[in-house]
């Protein structure tokens, strides 16, 4: 199987300044086209370390995918040790990237270009560009002979930028595709809400076992996707892989019902929202313990204007009461955080914002202020649809406020979803 | 200078599932007491592997710092593998972390403990537990013989559930700080808003120039909360470390002057609120186009009701003028995202809320839906107060929904802050 190693380089991760976000995108990619990741290695930017690192890694695997040290600035020197690492005898400037460069920094003012910005654009000639449509410093593609560590090996120099990696990496994985004969690898994701990790696995656990030795699954749980099972099928044809694919998918739907609310890169929100534009109907949030991230998730999604009309953060009592209409009555009965309460509010969403639906939550996040009767991790949800409101108490186990807001929020939707189904 | 490098097992984080949090803040911790993290790793669980990856690690490291792989089940072999490197000759029961994960599971009503569970209170005789108070996987702690790699060196093996690993990272550093002679180190670091990065390093360039070599200046710029300024002394008494400190923060303030909105760990919302709270006053927010997470910036913080009532997500313009009153006339004449929208959402929402402030954000996060008068990017911040409703406009030079929504919100929190301290 052909291998790869995931280097990232710079003082900035290895101080603990920033997460490493890029490794886990550049592998999600590889191991989207059968590559695997057999390690990844954060080193900082002297060109002892970048060399002992590199070389380490080339022992192991056929790739190596470099992010970060590209700067125009003299600490990074990532371009520099990867050309006399691979034997450049001269350096080109490359047109492409220099006219992209140009382009970049006369829309901020920046022209004519410094000579550190003009420098960019050159790269060793040991080198091919894959160019950066989005950043000023080109991705590099360092192709190393074969009889040096005994087998074929490409090194890929990538932007630190999180969103220049992203643009690029298509266009890396062609490149391997164009190196490497790889295995023939399809995926399918499966996206459940509802149902926790251990007692989903129970229930498919026949199905599971049962499955063909080419036939992986993966279970990828997510606070706010629930969990998502991947299927990914090796070394059939196109047709037969997806056919393959496709049946067992029928088969997980016949078991998982609707715990299932869609496949591949998708959300609650998104799901919830394709529908409702599908029906040319609207929705509203009435939010105490979410305070307003459960609105963000909707208004995340461009185009969510187009069903979403907005929401009411009902965050002190008197917003219940003047805003959304709550009765002074059954908060002083009952409480804030109740079944009367959660109803009230997502009427008067409802109503408030002229909207089809609403949702409606009342909880304690913590991670202080609960009571016996109502400990930290309590919610009361409610969904307000053409046909009345539904209800449902919620208690989950943690007294971590933004992992409980999570949650309140994911059931909401979830809620929700199934209320649009049913 | 001791040494570190970190090291994560397990498939999850190489097959791109998850992205690694943990060693970002456990370099973190370690820089703060004066370890220099030399390198980063993930590695797949097994032997092999694990070994190659500590075997390496300890030939450049003093400290070894691993997470992950401590699981019940038998695919988790850390503890196994790590009993096996350090020459462990048995395995012996942990009383005080058997009492934790019995308080644990029984909360899940989960005993009986299985062997399974139970067996994750046993440990090789080589280590040194540290309990792990909130998490059923001891923290163990290796100590390696001084003529086995030259140096002397310790291991730490941390679960890796994040939460879990954060709880245990001072005990760790305790520890450290026991085993090793470390240099002192003291930091204190400048909260900025408003000035950017590179402007900012051009303001106080001559200052810094000047800084004596055992004061280390680092720029810790962050989307939500400015530009920070961390300033690490070395090699002092805690007394003279502390006034230097002082003497420079002082010099920064004259300099910087509103620009700086606090020290040490704390965000622009929580400055607000300590504010607010101090003063007895209240505040609100309605949102457009950042549709609900400024709210939720505001309600991430425990305690936020003292001080914050709500918020109306206006995305839909009847929201608008329903909830908000924005008159028909300034919608058609000047459009939703202009400053006599924002200024009349602002006063609305101080007075459908009934708060002493309250903050308004209309603007296009994007990706489409710009014009070439109104491109994406531009946003319209009202703040009503006491005394009447000041805006702004602002121009970002991004079409990327996400990081628009994060600019937006920050700078209009940052002018809420400004109005505070006239």
Redesign the interface.
């Known amino acids: 199987m052909i291998t790869a190693t995931i280097c990232t380089i710079g003082d900035e991760?290895?101080?603990?300044?920033?997460?490493?976000?890029n490794?886990?995108?550049?592998?999600?990619?590889?191991?989207s086209i059968g590559v695997k990741?057999?390690?990844?290695?954060?080193?900082?930017d002297t060109e002892t370390?970048i060399i002992n690192?590199i070389e380490g890694a080339l022992k192991t695997s056929n790739i190596v995918v470099i992010t970060g040290g590209l700067g125009p600035t003299k600490d990074d020197i990532t371009k520099k040790t990867l050309g006399k690492l691979t034997g450049a005898t001269a350096y080109v400037e490359n047109q492409e990237q220099l006219e992209i460069i140009t382009r970049i920094l006369s829309?901020?003012g920046m022209v004519p270009l410094s000579v550190l910005n003009r420098a960019q654009a050159s790269v060793p000639n040991s080198c091919k560009v894959i160019p950066n449509e989005v950043g000023t410093a080109p991705c590099m593609e360092f192709e190393i002979p074969e009889n040096r560590y005994g087998h074929k090996a490409v090194i890929y120099s990538l932007p630190g930028v999180p969103?220049e990696t992203e643009i690029a990496l298509p266009k890396v994985m062609d490149s391997i595709k164009g190196h490497f004969q790889l295995q023939k690898i399809f995926h399918k994701t499966i996206c459940t809400f509802g149902i926790p990790e251990s007692t989903l696995a129970q229930q498919i656990e026949q199905w599971e076992d049962n499955l063909p030795s080419n036939l992986h699954l993966?279970y990828?749980p997510n606070p706010l996707l629930g969990v998502r099972l991947r299927l990914s099928i090796y070394g059939t044809s196109e047709e037969e892989g997806l056919a393959e694919l496709a049946e067992n998918e029928a088969t997980l739907k016949q078991m998982l019902g609707d715990a299932i609310y869609g496949e591949g890169e998708t959300s609650l929100q998104e799901t919830i929202g394709k529908t409702l534009k599908e029906r040319g109907m609207?929705i509203?949030?009435a939010?105490s313990c979410?305070?307003?991230?459960?609105?963000?998730?909707?208004?995340?999604l461009?185009g969510?204007?187009e069903y979403?009309?907005?929401?009411?953060?009902?965050?002190?009592n008197?917003?219940k009461m003047?805003?959304l209409g709550v009765s002074k009555e059954v908060l002083d009965t009952y409480g804030a955080v109740s079944q009367e309460c959660a109803e009230q509010m997502a009427a008067g969403a409802k109503k408030?914002?002229?909207t089809d639906y609403a949702i409606a939550t009342t909880g304690i996040a913590?991670?202080?202020g609960g009571t016996p009767e109502k400990p930290v991790g309590t919610v009361w949800i409610a969904v307000a649809t053409p046909d009345g409101v539904i209800s449902k108490k919620f208690a989950f186990?943690s007294t971590?406020?933004?992992i409980n807001?999570e949650r309140f929020a994911a059931n909401a939707l979830n809620m929700m979803r199934l209320q649009l189904i049913k």
Chains 1, 2 share one sequence.
């Open positions: 991760i290895l101080i603990g300044q920033i997460v490493d976000t490794s886990a995108k550049i592998s999600t990619c590889l191991n990741v057999v390690s990844m290695v954060s080193t900082s370390d690192t829309a901020r969103f993966a990828l609207t509203g949030v939010e979410t305070g307003g991230f459960l609105a963000s998730l909707f208004t995340s461009a969510a204007s979403f009309y907005g929401g009411i953060v009902s965050y002190d008197s917003v003047n805003i408030a914002l002229g913590g991670p202080g186990n971590r406020r933004n807001i």
